[in-house]
């Protein structure tokens, strides 16, 4: 059996996975690049206040590596970071990966890859799994006048610890989960709180509930309860949620709707409450989960402003009703570039094919996971995948589970494999047309929506995902190389 040499990008949740399920598979030589100086990812790179992960910890956790000691049911981000440092160290992920290696370019001949980073690393690898993420690039909006800007600016994803926020004026641009998550956290600590709104958002409440000792005690004693928990609340976050979405005349989605204008209706203050209020369904743009954010805006130091901006000035923020808004910390909640996925590595394939050129109208690959003219590379919540309706990590270990296989391809004699054009072109053909039912298309603007107005994410069920993972139709996949009889899963 051939052994393979695989380079990983990203130490995030899914690169942390991939060397764990890669060393389950009897893949050792694997190795890391990660840019930044430890692991994590998005939890490492997002520490503004507030933030928590959407998805319920039990189920937002490896299935290798439960965790019996969550402190809620929404876990913090800093609680989120620890744990994937934990599973990094005990699982031998901070050995084999190499810190403060930015990848600036792949590039793929005779059969492997020539990867090559910012600091002066130079290698070839059989296989490279894109490990990026999808959510990792600012979207910095272009204000007039940001520059001129006397305090101190920056974005929630930068978010500079230095800064003294207490008792000091803030305005926080957008209301997306990262405003909302701010506006709460901060709403208590500030002089004054001005949440800047371009679009309003359905806000859907949640209640953060604390396990206390004895619950997480149980889970310790009792592996198999964590697991049934973690099922569970997999099965209804699915059902409840997941699906919801994807099917908008659903009565689940009806009760997601009930549940968003019933919690609106807590906004006392009726011109207040009517600003905060949508004009689209719930769920068309990415949902927000607040159990607090409603609260906060009613404070007495908290004002919502829904005048556009116009400029940034010296003191502050100018609205176009002429108002200036004078601030002392300018928070810039405004999300990410959600198409750039690897890039911007220079990545060049079979033939010199460039990935920015397949890409120029927008990304896209073969089951979320691979591209055409791109052999032996792997992209781990990649484009057109489940991220606005999934677990993230349960995504990442299914595709993972489905990329060993096809790497069996490798260990038994392929020289490469990558999908048809063929086959990539009716995948995409059937989502397009698979997204016509969802909530996303609604009538509403929103980071899932592509050049053409068209979701940009998977639009069937978990259970068709998990059906699609279980194991690669080889006849979707050009492998070349004399195989050896191998088979993949049925």
């Not at 992960?53 to 929404?74: E, G, I, R």
């Not at 919502?304 to 609205?319: D, F």
């Amino acid at each position: 059996m051939r052994d393979l040499k695989i380079a990983v990008i990203g130490a995030g949740m899914a690169g942390i996975a991939t060397v764990i399920k890669l060393r389950e598979a009897g893949i050792d030589d694997v190795t890391v690049f990660e840019k930044a100086s430890d692991v994590g990812g998005t939890w490492r790179e997002n520490t503004y206040p507030g933030i928590a992960c959407d998805v319920p910890s039990h189920l937002y956790s490896y299935s290798f590596a439960p965790n019996a000691d969550w402190s809620h049911t929404f876990a913090s981000g800093d609680e989120i970071q620890a744990y994937f440092q934990d599973v990094a160290r005990n699982q031998g992920v901070y050995d084999r990966t190499r810190f403060g290696e930015e990848v600036v370019s792949l590039v793929y001949g005779d059969g492997r890859w020539s990867l090559a980073t910012a600091g002066g690393y130079r290698g070839e690898f059989d296989v490279v799994i894109a490990a990026t993420g999808v959510l990792h690039h600012p979207n910095v909006p272009d204000l007039p006048g940001l520059d001129s800007f006397a305090g101190d600016a920056f974005h929630s994803a930068r978010w500079d610890h230095d800064v003294a926020i207490d008792g000091r004026r803030v305005g926080v641009v957008g209301t997306g989960s990262s405003a909302a998550q701010i506006t709460g956290a901060l709403v208590d600590r500030v002089a004054h709180l001005d949440l800047f709104q371009r679009t309003p958002q359905w806000i859907m409440p949640v209640d953060n509930t604390p396990y206390d000792d004895a619950q997480r005690q149980v889970f310790r004693d009792d592996p198999a309860q964590m697991r049934q928990a973690r099922e569970g609340l997999g099965r209804a976050f699915a059902d409840h949620f997941a699906n919801a979405v994807i099917d908008a005349d659903s009565p689940a989605m009806a009760i997601i709707e009930e549940a968003c204008r019933a919690h609106l209706e807590s906004v006392a203050d009726p011109d207040l409450r009517e600003r905060l209020r949508p004009d689209y369904r719930a769920g068309c743009k990415r949902l927000i989960a607040s159990g607090d954010f409603y609260d906060a805006l009613q404070r007495p130091n908290a004002s919502l402003v829904t005048e556009g901006i116009e400029r940034i000035e010296a003191k502050g923020v100018r609205t176009a009703d002429g108002e200036l808004h004078e601030l002392d910390v300018l928070v810039l909640a405004t999300g990410f570039r959600s198409d750039r996925f690897l890039r911007p590595i220079d990545v060049r394939g079979r033939d010199g094919a460039s990935l920015d050129e397949v890409w120029a109208e927008r990304p896209s690959a073969h089951v979320a996971l691979a591209v055409p003219h791109f052999p032996n590379l792997f992209l781990l919540n990649g484009p057109n995948g489940p991220v606005g309706n999934f677990s993230l990590i349960d995504v990442a270990e299914l595709q993972l589970d489905y990329t060993i296989q096809l790497l069996d391809q490798l260990r038994h004699g392929a020289e490469s494999v990558e999908p048809t054009v063929e086959a990539a072109e009716a995948f995409e053909e059937a989502r397009v047309e698979a997204t016509k039912g969802t909530v996303w298309v609604t009538g509403c603007r929103s980071w899932y929506l592509d050049d053409r107005g068209i979701p940009a994410a998977w639009p069937w069920s978990i259970d068709h995902f998990r059906e699609v993972m279980q194991a690669p139709d080889l006849s979707q996949y050009r492998v070349t190389g004399d195989v050896a009889a191998v088979s993949v899963e049925s």
